[in-house]
């Protein structure tokens, strides 16, 4: 082959793979340029759970109003908390739903969206654990979620209350470790908090001090077309009372 055409051949094909690089962070993960896959961690009622195999909840009906103001199908898939940012860096999803909360390790990773929900932390415990403040938390085993900011802020306290932080990849085995009796308590969300309490009458829950839970906000793969799409209509969900009534759906027996 003659030295030219090599060097052409060399030079197409590195503007070609350059092209892709560039192109990635706006091709979509499901390969359709109209759909959309949001992964989520459906384990965290009413934001996402499970209802036989439909995943449900205030994340799922925000996501799709969203994405249908902005002309998407929603496909959704279900994973690990601590696997979500991870999907959104390898194009295995478009957005995260997952009443996931911006902190500063995750967005160096990926961007956020607006707050669209506001939540705090709680210990939830066992009535007669005699767990009634964060004092009372000395040298007790406590419970978090796996890649969540509760497990950061669990680690926050760790030393001053001498606790064996714990972490499970979901929630439901964490309230599960309570009950056996091998964890004395969790640091779970206000919302989601609320919604074992109902269930599990031998438990109670109060505000954990200190904390910092900034809320829920979309993630997105960095630099996205999409952030100021979904930025612009979550506003204007704001504005004219269509959040409102998604909150209100969901979370109006959590009060
Ligand atoms: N807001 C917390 C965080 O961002 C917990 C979210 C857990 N979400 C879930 N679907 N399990 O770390």
Known sequence: MKKWLLLLMTAGLAAALAACGTSSNNSNASGDDKTLIMATSADYPPFESKEGNKIVGFDVDLAKALAKKNGYKLEIQDMDFASLVSALKTNKADIVLAGMTPDEKRKKQVDFSDIYYNAKNMVVTKKNSGIKTDQDLQDKTVGVQLGSIQQDDAKAIQKKYNL??????????????????????????????????????????????????????????KNSDLTAKFNQSLKEMKENGELDQLIEKWFADEK
Request: glycine share 8%; net charge neutral.
């Open 164 to 221: 064996t932080v714990e972490d499970r990849n979901k929630i439901s085995d964490i309230i599960q470790e309570i009950k056996a009796g091998r964890f004395d308590a969790a640091i779970i969300e206000d919302k989601v908090a609320a919604g074992y309490l109902k269930k599990e009458k031998d438990f109670h829950a109060f505000d954990l001090g200190g904390s910092t839970n900034k809320g829920s906000a979309i993630a997105f793969k």
